[in-house]
C-alpha cells in the first residue's frame, strides 16, 4: 500500500485526484450524490482503494464508514486492483453450459494468472467471472474491455485474443509513458 | 427526402447494427443518394431474434449485413423492387405492405407506451415534438388544475407498471394532499428482472416520453424537483437521458417558469449500482439519497415520508411514458383498451423457448395463448409448451393447461405468479420445474440486502432444500419444509423483494409438485436437466465415428476410433452437454436417473424401443 501512497499523494498530486474533485465541486460536494461519484471514482482509478475513499470522506465531510458501508453494498464498485484492461468471462447458466469456465481457465493460462480477480505483474490485464450478460445465444461470451464482444468463443480461439490484446496493452503504455 | 430507420435497440446493436449502418450510409453516398434518403437510428422495434433491421417504405428488412444492405440499395431504393430474402416469412408474398399489416406480430400490437419506438431518432428532441411530444405538458400547464390531472389520470384507472398496479392516479391524489412544500417525483428506471427489458428499450428509444411525464406528475402534486433512477447497467439509457434533459432545459421544457408559467421544475439523473433490492421503492429512496440501498419498513408510504422525510411519488418508466398519451387522448380513450380492471396496454419481453423472441406492447386482457402462439409464434423446434413464467425472481410459473387464462393483475396474483415489470419467460417439456426455481433462489440469496432474517436465511435455506432435491438427495419432508419456510417468508419478510422471493417456490410446487416427488423417490429428473440425476449416451444404430463429439469432450471420457461407433465413460463426464450439441446426427440422447457404463445396453434398447413406439 506505501507504494501506491506515495504515487497517489506524491509531490504533484495525481491528475486522477484533480478530476474526481472537479467533479465533486460540480456536484457542489452533494453527500447525496455519493454513487455518482463513487462511479466517477471508479471510472477514473479503475478500482476503489482505501485512499481514494478516505478522499472522498474528507471532501463531502462524512465519516468514511459511510462511503466505505456504501461501496461494500453495490456489486458494482471493487475494492480490489483490476487490470487496466478487464477480461470478463461470462459464466451465466448457458455461458457456463456450453464451456465458459473452460474458457476461463485458459485465459488464466495465458496470461500466466493463478486465479480469478488477480491481476497481472504489469498491471494491464485481469480476469473476472460475470454473471448472465443477457447474450446468451451466442454462449459462451467474452467482454474485452469496455466494448469489445466475442460470442461463440472456446478454449483454443483464447491465444490469439491474448496477443491481440498484449498489442494493444504496449501502445497504451508506450502512450502513458509519453505523457508521464 | 425518405426516411431509412435502422434499428438501434440494445440487441440490434449487440448482433452489429453499427456495421449494417455504416454500409448503408457507404452505399448512399456511392450512389448519389445522399439526398434523397436520411438514415434515421431509432429505439427498439421489438423484434429482437431478427436484427438487425431496416425499415423503407413500411417494409421491414431483417437479419441484415453489410452485403444485405448493398443488395437492398441496389433493387429496393434504386429499381424499386422489394428484396425478398430479406424479408421475414408472411402469410402472403403478393402485397407485401398489407401482409405486414396483417401479421399477427403487428396486427395485435396496441403501441401507447412504445407509440414512438422505432419511429424517432431518440437523440432528436425534433423527432418527438414532430410526433406530438410536449403537447400534453402545454395543455396541462395552460388548461388544467393539478387536481383536473389527477381525476383524468384516475378517470383512466392507470395502474403501476412496475409490478404492483397501484392505481396511478391515487398515489398521485396522496401525494398532493400532503401539506409539505417540499415534494419530489421519482422515475424508478432500475429494471432489475433477468429478462425484463421494456423499460430499457423506452429509455433507450423515447426518453422524452418519460421526462414529460415526469414533469406532469410534478405538476399534479406540485414537486419541484425529480429524479430518475437508473440502473448501471443502461449506459447507453443514462446517454440519452441526459442528452434529452439538456435538451428538454434549452427549449424551456425543464427550468424555471416551464413554458413561461410559473410552474418549475427539473430532473436529475441517479445512477444505481448494482443491487436488485433498490427497485423496491424504499431501498431506491436510500440509493438516491446515497446510502446503502436497504429498504424500510412501511408505513410511512413514501407519499408521506419519502426522500429526506418529505412526501415521494415513486412511478415506474412504463407507468410515465403512458401519462402523455392519456392527457392527450383522453381517459376515456385509455379504457378502450383492456379490461374493466386493468385498463390500458402492458408492454412485454417475450424470452425463452419462443419463435419471435423481443418486444410487445398488447391490450390487458389478451390471453397468454394469444401472446405466446399468435404474437410469439409458439415454441420451437416442435417442442411441448410446458409453463410460462411472468414476474422474474419475484414471479411464478403458470402451467401450459392455464394458458387461456387473461392476462391482468388480479388473474395473475390468483394463480400465484405477478405481472411484474413484464418479463414473460416461456418455458419447454426441456425445462425442469425444481431447477427453474433453483435459479430464481440462487438469484435472491445473491441479491437479499441482509437487513431482515427471514429474507437474508430464509431464502438461502430454501436455496439449500432445492439444491439437494435437485441432486437425487432430498427426502419427502424436505418438500414439506420447502413449502412452509416460503409461506413464513412470504408472510414476515420485510419489503416487497423477500415477500415475493418465495412465489417461484411456491407455484412449482402448486403446479408440478409431482415432478418435485419424481426427484426425490425415484431420483430422477423428468425433463432431463438436473446434472447430477442425468447421463449421455450415444446411441450406436446412429452414431456415425465421425469424432466430432470425442474431440470436443473437455474431460476426454469419450472412446472411439474413427468411422467406429464411440463410447461416454460415465465415471468422467462432467455433463457439460458439449457432445450434445456438437452432434450431427443426432445420436446422443440424454438418460435419467443415471447410469454407470455396464448399464449403457440396456439405456439404449430402452432408447431405441421408446423411439420407434
Known amino acids: ?180 | 427526402m425518405k426516411e431509412i430507420r435502422v434499428c438501434a435497440g440494445g440487441a440490434c446493436i449487440a448482433s452489429g447494427e453499427a456495421s449494417v449502418r455504416d454500409a448503408l450510409v457507404k452505399a448512399l453516398k456511392e450512389k448519389g443518394l445522399e439526398d434523397k434518403f436520411k438514415v434515421v437510428e431509432t429505439g427498439c422495434m421489438g423484434m429482437c431474434s431478427r436484427g438487425p433491421f431496416m425499415v423503407v417504405d413500411d417494409i421491414v428488412y431483417n437479419k441484415l449485413n453489410a452485403r444485405a444492405v448493398g443488395e437492398i440499395v441496389e433493387e429496393h431504393l434504386i429499381k424499386g423492387n422489394i428484396v425478398e430474402k430479406y424479408l421475414m416469412e408472411l402469410p402472403s408474398k403478393e402485397k407485401v405492405k398489407e401482409a405486414f399489416k396483417e401479421h399477427p406480430f403487428f396486427s395485435k400490437q396496441v403501441r401507447i407506451v412504445t407509440r414512438n419506438l422505432g419511429q424517432i431518432d431518440p437523440r432528436s428532441i425534433d423527432d418527438y415534438l414532430e410526433r406530438g411530444g410536449y403537447k400534453a405538458l402545454e395543455k396541462v400547464l395552460k388548461e388544467m388544475k393539478p387536481q383536473d390531472v389527477i381525476e383524468e389520470i384516475k378517470n383512466s384507472g392507470l395502474r403501476g407498471r412496475g409490478g404492483a398496479g397501484f392505481p396511478t392516479g391515487l398515489k398521485w391524489e396522496f401525494a398532493a394532499k400532503q401539506k409539505d412544500d417540499t415534494k419530489y417525483v421519482v422515475c424508478n428506471a432500475d429494471e432489475g428482472d433477468p429478462g425484463a427489458f421494456m423499460d430499457r428499450a423506452v429509455l433507450e428509444g423515447d426518453p422524452h416520453s418519460v421526462l414529460e411525464g415526469l414533469t406532469i406528475a410534478a405538476y399534479a402534486i406540485g414537486a419541484k424537483r425529480g429524479f430518475i433512477y437508473v440502473r448501471a447497467e443502461y449506459p447507453l439509457a443514462i446517454e440519452r437521458l441526459t442528452i434529452a434533459i439538456s435538451q428538454a432545459r434549452s427549449r424551456g421544457f425543464l427550468g424555471k417558469n416551464i413554458l413561461g408559467t410559473d410552474f418549475s421544475f427539473d430532473i436529475e439523473i441517479r445512477i444505481g449500482a448494482g443491487a436488485f433490492v433498490c427497485g423496491e421503492e424504499t431501498a431506491l429512496m436510500a440509493s438516491v439519497m446515497g446510502l446503502r440501498g436497504q429498504p424500510w419498513p412501511r408505513p410511512p408510504y413514501p407519499v408521506e415520508k419519502g426522500l429526506w422525510g418529505h412526501p415521494t411519488v415513486i412511478n415506474n418508466v412504463e407507468t410515465l411514458a403512458n401519462i402523455a398519451w392519456i392527457i392527450n387522448n383522453g381517459w376515456q380513450e385509455f379504457r378502450k383498451y383492456g379490461t374493466e380492471k386493468s385498463p390500458g396496454t402492458k408492454v412485454f419481453a417475450l424470452a425463452g423457448k419462443v419463435k419471435n423472441t423481443g418486444l410487445v406492447e398488447v391490450p390487458l386482457g389478451i390471453t397468454l395463448r394469444e401472446l405466446i402462439f399468435d404474437i410469439g409464434g409458439g415454441i420451437p423446434n416442435g417442442k411441448k409448451l410446458k409453463a410460462v413464467q411472468t414476474g422474474g425472481p419475484s414471479g411464478g410459473v403458470i402451467p401450459a393447461d392455464k394458458i387461456d387464462t387473461p392476462i391482468d393483475y388480479e388473474s395473475l396474483t390468483a394463480l400465484g405468479t405477478i405481472m411484474g415489470s413484464g418479463g414473460v419467460i416461456v418455458l419447454d417439456e426441456d425445462d425442469c420445474m425444481v431447477d427453474v426455481a433453483k435459479f430464481f433462489l440462487e438469484f435472491t440469496v445473491h441479491e437479499s440486502c441482509g437487513k431482515c432474517t427471514p429474507c437474508r436465511e430464509g431464502t438461502r435455506a430454501m436455496y439449500e432444500i432445492l439444491d439437494r432435491i435437485s441432486r437425487g438427495e432430498g427426502t419427502m419432508e424436505d418438500i414439506d419444509t420447502l413449502e412452509e419456510l416460503a409461506q413464513v417468508v412470504k408472510e414476515t419478510a420485510l419489503c416487497g423483494l423477500g415477500q415475493t422471493a418465495p412465489n417461484p417456490v411456491l407455484t412449482t410446487l402448486r403446479y408440478f409438485r409431482e415432478e418435485y416427488e419424481i426427484h426425490v423417490k425415484e431420483k430422477r429428473c423428468p425433463a432431463k436437466k438436473c446434472r447430477d440425476l442425468i447421463s449421455y449416451v450415444i446411441d450406436p444404430k446412429a452414431c456415425t465415428g465421425c469424432t466430432a463429439c470425442k474431440i470436443v469432450c473437455p474431460t476426454h471420457t469419450i472412446e472411439g476410433e474413427l468411422n467406429k461407433v464411440h463410447f461416454i465413460h460415465q465415471d468422467n463426464c462432467i455433463k457439460c452437454g458439449s457432445c450434445m450439441d456438437i452432434c450431427r446426427f443426432d445420436a446422443i440422447f440424454k438418460v435419467s436417473p443415471p447410469i454407470t457404463d455396464e448399464e449403457t445396453d440396456k439405456a439404449v434398447e430402452f432408447y431405441l424401443s421408446s423411439k420407434n413406439s
Open chain 1, 1 to 180: 500500500m506505501k507504494k501506491a501512497k506515495s504515487i497517489l499523494w506524491g509531490e504533484k498530486m495525481d491528475k486522477r485526484y484533480q478530476a474526481l474533485e472537479a467533479y465533486m465541486k460540480e456536484v457542489n460536494y452533494d453527500p447525496s450524490l455519493l454513487l455518482n461519484i463513487l462511479h466517477k471514482a471508479q471510472q477514473l482509478f479503475l478500482w476503489l482503494p482505501p485512499d481514494v475513499l478516505k478522499f472522498i470522506a474528507e471532501k463531502l465531510n462524512i465519516p468514511i464508514s459511510r462511503v466505505a458501508g456504501v461501496v461494500s453494498f453495490y456489486n458494482f464498485f471493487s475494492t480490489k486492483p483490476v487490470g487496466r484492461i478487464q477480461i470478463k468471462v461470462c459464466l451465466g447458466t448457458a455461458c457456463y453450459v456450453k464451456g465458459g469456465d473452460r474458457v476461463m481457465e485458459r485465459f488464466l493460462e495465458e496470461l500466466g494468472l493463478q486465479e480469478e480477480g488477480q491481476v497481472t505483474e504489469d498491471g494491464m490485464f485481469s480476469v473476472h467471472a460475470v454473471r448472465c450478460v443477457g447474450a446468451c445465444s451466442m454462449a459462451p461470451v467474452v467482454l474485452i474491455g469496455e466494448n469489445d464482444f466475442y460470442g461463440r468463443m472456446s478454449p483454443d480461439k483464447v491465444p490469439r485474443l491474448v496477443k491481440k490484446y498484449k498489442q494493444i496493452a504496449e501502445k497504451m503504455k508506450q502512450e502513458a509513458g509519453e505523457n508521464a
